[in-house]
């Protein structure tokens, strides 16, 4: 776990930024897992942002906001900042308090992205299985903030696959200083890999796993040339939930302007007319179905026992 330290008179800190903030803090040197991680803090800000257990303040009068995305002025607490940064097992203390607090009940659990067990291709696994959501016979209302999440995960369905090889060049080192050089592998250059590392067809769907046994032993060869491989790796989850975030805020965007133009209506948590879309509002069962209906799915409802009057959406898959 790490630890690091704020000042006490900082209330507030530029959301837009945590996300870079933190992964600088847990990979100073590794310019690669910093963006990966980075990316990851993203989509894990969003989805707290736009479920309403973050709420964003205004820069200047510092009040809360019922915005659901992030803007770059946008704060956010610093007690916000410091629950986040836990979930991520990074703590954050009040330089008055240092001392180190118990591990957090609750971790950001690691991605999930094991191998495929089946032939289907990437591009399989990308397409949208079905247009359907899915909702329990007798539901009443529906919350309007789950409606972006679960168009996003219909169009976007994350592949439960390893970040997979996509290219592989070569690093020249220089004889004088500076950056190395970084070229194409020729035919011949490939001829020579076949035969230190015994593949001469290296697959282009090879995990970084796989890849780390045919480096290692590139890297031990007697023979090994003068330059050395710089491998490129396609993170296909992590592509499909950055999608996901984009689609959000589209759809999060397109329920505003349908709501303004009054083609929908949308309710507060106290039964009136919403003006601003913010964590708590909600639709009509009949209201959601002509609007997802408008923009091509279909709401349906199921056989299961709803848990009150307002329910949260899921997605079919079958």
């Known amino acids: 776990m790490t630890k690091f330290t704020i000042s006490d008179d900082v209330p507030f800190v530029q959301a837009w930024n945590v996300p870079k903030t933190l992964a600088e803090l847990q990979y100073p040197e590794d310019g690669v897992h910093r963006q990966h991680t980075e990316n990851l803090h993203r989509l ?61 009940s609750e971790h950001v659990k690691p991605v999930s992205r094991l191998a495929a067990q089946d032939e289907t291709s990437l591009e399989e696994l990308r397409r949208p299985k079905s247009n359907i959501i899915e909702i329990p016979v007798g539901t009443k209302l529906i919350e309007v903030r789950y409606i972006p999440t679960w168009i996003a995960e219909i169009l976007s369905p994350v592949p439960d696959v390893m970040p997979q090889l996509s290219d592989l060049e070569k690093e020249i080192p220089q004889a004088e200083a500076g950056p190395s050089k970084i070229e194409r592998l020729t035919d011949a250059d490939a001829r020579l890999l076949g035969k230190i590392t015994n593949f001469f067809d290296i697959p282009p769907n090879m995990t970084q796993a796989h890849y780390a046994t045919v480096h290692d032993t590139f890297m031990a060869a007697p023979d090994k040339p003068a330059w050395n491989l710089v491998p490129t790796f396609r993170d296909y989850n992590l592509e499909a939930r950055i999608e996901q975030v984009i689609i959000k805020r589209a759809h999060f965007e397109l329920l505003e302007n349908a709501m303004k133009s009054g083609a929908l209506q949308i309710y507060t948590k106290h039964h009136v007319p919403a003006k601003r879309i913010d964590p708590s509002c909600f639709v009509t069962i009949e209201a959601a179905r002509v609007y997802l209906a408008s923009i091509g799915f279909e709401l349906r409802e199921i056989d299961a026992d709803p848990a009150g009057d307002v329910v949260v959406m899921r997605s079919s898959r079958q």
């Open 44 to 104: 894990a800000l969003e989805e707290e942002v736009s479920t309403g257990h973050i709420i964003l303040h205004d820069s200047h009068s510092k009040r809360p906001t019922e915005r659901t995305y992030i803007g770059f002025t946008d704060l956010m607490s610093a007690d916000d900042f410091i629950r986040f940064a836990a979930k991520a097992s990074i703590i954050i203390v009040p330089e008055s308090n240092p001392s180190l607090p118990e591990a957090p």
